[in-house]
């Protein structure tokens, strides 16, 4: 063989060994990463008595509705969850806000009987990537069509 041909298989091997172990440990955490994220959701839903029917995750916010018609929001970065009582909802709707022509933010708009609000951002122009602005009109339009179907 000549040196080239040498040397790209020497570098071939060497780039698999390096990315081989690194593809593997992030394969793994991804696992772990999600079962710790189902037995937060099982926790949740043992600890309120209840039963998840639908689930819908965007950047990282899970949201998770019950079948007692709660409404779980669980960050999964640190897993903390908020946990929203939809009896006490009124009205239901989607907001998206321009900054010119770009859109600033998709939310869901939560009314209470008691006159206050509580928004759901699904996307936020600078933190958010652009690709997730599609999903996010999408999961604002079809939740607050769930929502107020089961007002």
């Known amino acids: 063989m000549t040196n080239i041909l040498e040397n790209a298989l020497v570098m071939v091997v ?3 060994l390096i990315w081989i172990p690194v593809l593997i440990v992030r394969k793994s955490n991804k696992k772990k990463k999600q079962v710790l994220i189902q037995n937060k959701l099982e926790k949740i839903t ?3 008595n209840c039963k998840l029917i639908r689930k819908d995750t965007i950047g990282n916010l899970l949201i998770a509705y019950s ?3 709660k409404m779980i929001l669980l960050n999964l970065i640190d897993l903390v969850y908020e946990i929203i ?3 006490k909802v009124t009205d239901v709707k989607e907001d998206i806000s321009y900054n ?3 859109v600033k ?3 869901l708009v939560l009314s209470f009987n008691n006159g206050t609000k509580r928004e ?3 996307y936020k122009q600078y933190d958010n990537s652009e690709r997730e602005l599609s999903v996010a009109k999408k999961l604002a339009a079809s939740s607050a069509l769930f929502l107020t179907s089961s007002i």
Request: proline share 0%; glycine share 4%; aromatic share 0%.
């Open 14 to 16: 060497l780039a698999a």
């Open 46 to 48: 043992a600890d309120n």
């Open 67 to 69: 079948d007692n018609r």
């Open 85 to 87: 009582d939809l009896e």
């Open 100 to 102: 010119g022509k770009e």
């Open 105 to 107: 933010n998709v939310m």
């Open 120 to 122: 759901v951002s699904l």
